[in-house]
């Protein structure tokens, strides 16, 4: 009879824990994830993707060296080139018009390979319907998806996008105003300030009135004989 073989326990752990480090640790290399964040205010509309460059398919065009990986020569010579094909795959729609971007740029980490695109958009949306429309998935692959976040302050409104789904429209960050409260408000204001007026004009005829009827008494009395 041949001896059972016993593994100790530790060599499993230790083997069991060394597979799921090297599992995590490929997945966070190459999972097709970007975070997509859209914050609307009062002059702009801002938006910003964090995105790994080694997902790109010219990638290989923009590692010059073929050193695999991007070095800050690489960056910033190509850039300009990066960030126009990244932004013309984002199209942002408030309440159903197109808007350009008027500023953009990328900033990358090179500690964590990845990188951070930033664009903002010369608009008020925080009362209107903002729709974000995806292509990012011809520049990275048919698994890329991008996980949206719009909105700021703790109200927030969140969507994935990916090559099924690629477009999504967000409720208004703010409610507009009532526009028939607005007109009431207006409403009572003027009529308040037309009945002080008419109050004003009221006490001002009294006064003339009693002003007249005081004069003539006082003549009248100062024409009676002694």
Known sequence: M??????????????????????????AHTLPISYLTVVPDADYLHLELTFNPFELTFFSE?????????????????QAQVTQRLVDCLKLRVDDTLIAAE??????DLDSHH???RA?????????????????????????????????????QTARL???????????????PAAGVTRDTRGALKSI??????LVGAVALGLGLAWFARKHILRGRSLRPS
């Open 120 to 156: 903002h958009y010369p608009v008020d949306a925080r009362r209107a319907a903002v729709t974000l429309e995806s292509s990012l998935v011809a520049l990275t692959s048919g698994s890329h998806f991008s996980q949206v976040t719009f909105g700021r302050e703790g109200r927030t």
């Open 62 to 78: 923009l590692d010059r060296n073929q050193d695999g990986r991007l070095g800050t020569t690489e960056w910033e010579t190509q």
């Open 115 to 117: 990188a951070t695109l």
């Open 193 to 198: 300030g037309l009945l002080g007026l008419l």
């Open 2 to 27: 041949k001896p059972r073989l016993r593994t100790p326990l530790s060599a499993l752990a230790l083997s069991w824990g060394l597979v799921s480090w090297l599992t995590v640790s490929a997945g």
């Open 103 to 108: 500023t953009s740029g990328i900033t990358p």
């Open 162 to 176: 990916d090559q099924q789904s690629s477009r999504v429209t967000f409720a208004p960050f703010e409610e507009p």
